[in-house]
């Protein structure tokens, strides 16, 4: 019975240092295998009952969302590039829809959003491509 409280704890412990949920829907499912175990259930059954809880936990979490993905599109978040939303002039732009800024005190390599107008003057970078900014007219 203790092997399955103790194995709980060591999950717990791995949760903290990973910060997911897994780790802890199986440390509740170890535990109610503990409380099997107390209730002097066959093993067979306390690893069905730590199973079933387990699985049954991430359902849930799946099912309500808190497992939800969460991906960001690094491109274009001014959370991850404090670039996006700064303003640039240009002062010309090739027949391809690129260019070359003066920004941050050296010259960078531009293109033209989609659906943008070639034409001299202040842009906004919207988009990290690399090293080359992504830059849509300013409104």
Avoid at 49 to 72: D, H, M, N, Y
Wanted: charged residues 20%; contains cysteine.
């Amino acid at each position: 019975m203790w092997i399955w409280f103790g194995l709980a704890v060591v999950a717990l412990i791995g949760e903290v240092m990973s910060g997911t949920f897994y780790l802890l829907l199986v440390a509740l499912g170890l535990a109610c295998g503990g409380i099997a175990a107390w209730l002097n259930v066959d093993l067979e059954w306390q690893l069905v009952v730590c199973a079933v809880v387990s699985l049954a936990g991430l359902w849930i979490l799946r099912r309500t969302g808190v497992l939800k993905k969460r991906e960001v599109d690094a491109r274009s978040n001014s959370d991850v590039h404090i670039d996006i939303g700064q303003t640039v002039e240009v002062e010309s732009w090739s027949d391809a829809g690129q260019a070359r800024v003066w920004y941050r005190g050296a010259h960078w390599q531009a293109e033209l959003a989609a659906g943008q107008p070639r034409e001299p003057g202040v842009y906004v970078i919207s988009e990290m491509r690399g090293t080359r900014l992504v830059l849509t007219r300013k409104a």
